[in-house]
Every structure is written in C-alpha cells, then in structure tokens.
C-alpha cells in the first residue's frame, strides 16, 4: 500500500516561496505521475501540477509563472516549489498519486 | 482547460434515501480518466469510483457511478450516515486536470 507524506513549513511570508516535500512509502516513486493538488480553506480542489518519475512535468497555467515540481527518485521523493507567494496562496496542500493514493495534507498559512 | 459542473450545490436528503449527484463537463473526457471522490471535514479525499464507473477497493456497493462523454452521474442507492460528506468529480486525462467544485450531501 502506497502512502504519501507532506513535509515543509507551515507558514511563508508574502512575496517568499512555498516549498513542500512528499515522501513516497510503501512503493517506487518510478513508474507514475506524482501530483500536487490543493484547497483553500472551505473551498474546492485545484490541481497545481505533477511530474512523471523521467523528470518530465505539467503544470496548471494558471499557477504554471511559479511552479516548480521535480521528483528524486533516488529518495523516494517529489517537491513543489511555488514562488512569489500571497495570501491566495494559503491552503491545504496535497501530494496525491491520482486518483488512488492521497497525502494527508499539510497547510500552509501564507502571512506577514 | 475542461471544466466539470458539479448539481446540486447541496443536496439534502435523510438516511435511507436515494442521492443523485450529476457532473457536466465542457467538452468530452476519456471516461478512463473520471473519477469520484468522497471529502469529510478535515480529511483528505477518498477515491470512490475510478474510470466512470469502477468501484475502489473499500467501496460499498451502494455506491454506483455512471455516464460518458460529458455527463457523468454518481448515485448512492441508500443513503448512510456516514455518507453525508462533500463530493468532488475529477477529470485527470486532459491538462490540466480538473475538478467540480463539490456536492454537498447533508442531512435533511
């Protein structure tokens, strides 16, 4: 059984940026497309993007000026890097293997 | 992009009732790629059908899934209380991938 954990800060600063780290257990980070997917306090799900274990990577356009996912697979890990972060940017952010193996999440509260 | 409209926004109804919650996309989606999930509050979501109208392993069986094209239908045939939850549809085979924005299934 696969399982996913959310690992980073919990609060970033305006205008910093974002970054989380997801650790894959229970299986290879090879073979799949790993994603980030997340969700507003009290709001919906938005896909931010995800990357295939070549390294090759899609992105939202929406977010796609300042996402950055990559993938180790030497660890067992992918990473989400989002800059120039505002308030809009806080959420729950999930690492998400789709549509099977979800993260637990982990929020992170963008202030000053 | 594909966008998935979710109806209702919120859907009351009591235990042992029949609940349909519809997913209308903007253009067709590769029904292999379509799938339900389930959210409670602070939780994750929970994939319950995959492909349209496969159950995930864990799925009860009154859960069904149904549709093709652009319109897409989970049903829960007898409501439980543990069913009453947030319901999101996904479409993961055209980026970027897309959700609804959720059902909500609440007690009446």
């Known amino acids: 059984q696969v399982q996913l954990q959310e690992s980073g800060p919990g609060h970033v600063k305006p205008s910093e940026t974002l970054s989380l780290t997801c650790t894959v257990s229970?299986?290879?980070?090879?073979?799949?497309?790993w994603s980030w997917i997340r969700q507003p306090p009290g709001k919906g799900l938005e896909w931010i993007g995800n990357?295939?274990?070549?390294?090759?990577?899609n992105y939202n356009p929406s977010l796609k000026s300042r996402v950055t996912i990559s993938v180790d697979t030497s660890k067992n890990q992918f990473s989400l890097r989002l800059t120039s972060v505002t308030a809009a940017d806080t959420a729950v952010y999930y690492c998400?293997?789709?549509?099977?193996?979800w993260g637990q999440g982990t929020l992170v509260t963008v202030s000053s | 992009e594909i966008v998935l409209t979710q109806s209702p926004g919120t859907l009351s109804l009591s235990p042992g009732e029949r609940a349909t919650l519809s997913c209308r996309a903007s253009?067709?989606?590769?029904?292999?790629?379509f799938a339900w999930y389930q959210q409670k509050p602070g939780q994750a979501p929970r994939l319950l059908i995959y492909?349209?109208?496969r159950r995930a392993t864990g799925t009860p069986d009154r859960f069904s899934g149904s549709g093709s094209g652009t319109d897409f239908t989970l049903t829960i045939s007898r409501l439980e209380p543990e069913d009453f939850a947030v319901y999101y549809c996904?479409?993961?085979?055209?980026?970027?991938?897309?959700f609804g924005q959720g059902t909500k299934v609440e007690i009446k």
């Open positions: 998400v293997s789709i549509p099977d193996y």
């Open positions: 996904q479409q993961y085979g055209s980026s970027p991938e897309t």
């Open positions: 492909s349209a109208s």
């Open positions: 229970g299986g290879s980070a090879t073979g799949y497309y």
């Open positions: 253009q067709s989606v590769t029904s292999t790629y």
């Open positions: 990357v295939h274990y070549s390294g090759r990577s």
